[in-house]
């Protein structure tokens, strides 16, 4: 989650204060998308066209950076999923097991991360 905020206070810190965009981006992670155009103009004190736009930014960065996180989810699973095929393959069982544990908690894991961040 930290690094997704600070991607966000990075990549548009050329057009707006670092501080407002890593709070907003806070708001859109924990509160959801909903919530930021209100934190905006309530707490922030922007009008809400700008409010708007910003949103727009954000939606659309935070998807790249979902994209990006679900590919290092997939990557990861391949590498585990691979070292358990041939692990089932040579009949080390044991050797295939060490390494499908893990493989089923980033299973889980990235379907937790798929249930939180839809990729549209």
Do not use: W
């Amino acid at each position: 989650m930290i690094d997704r905020i600070l991607h966000i206070g990075h990549k548009f810190s050329g057009e707006y204060n670092k501080e407002l965009l890593q709070r907003t981006a806070e708001v859109y992670i924990y509160k959801g998308p909903g919530a930021v155009v209100p934190h905006l103009t309530e707490k922030e004190n922007m009008d809400s066209d700008a409010a708007q736009a910003l949103v727009q930014k954000i939606v659309a960065e935070m998807r790249n950076v979902n994209r990006a996180v679900l590919l290092q989810y997939l990557v990861l699973l391949l590498v585990f999923l691979t070292v358990v095929a041939f692990g089932l393959i040579s009949r080390s069982y044991i050797f295939a097991t060490f390494f499908a544990v893990p493989a089923i908690a980033l299973l889980y894991s990235m379907i937790k991360f798929l249930r939180r961040n839809p990729i549209r």
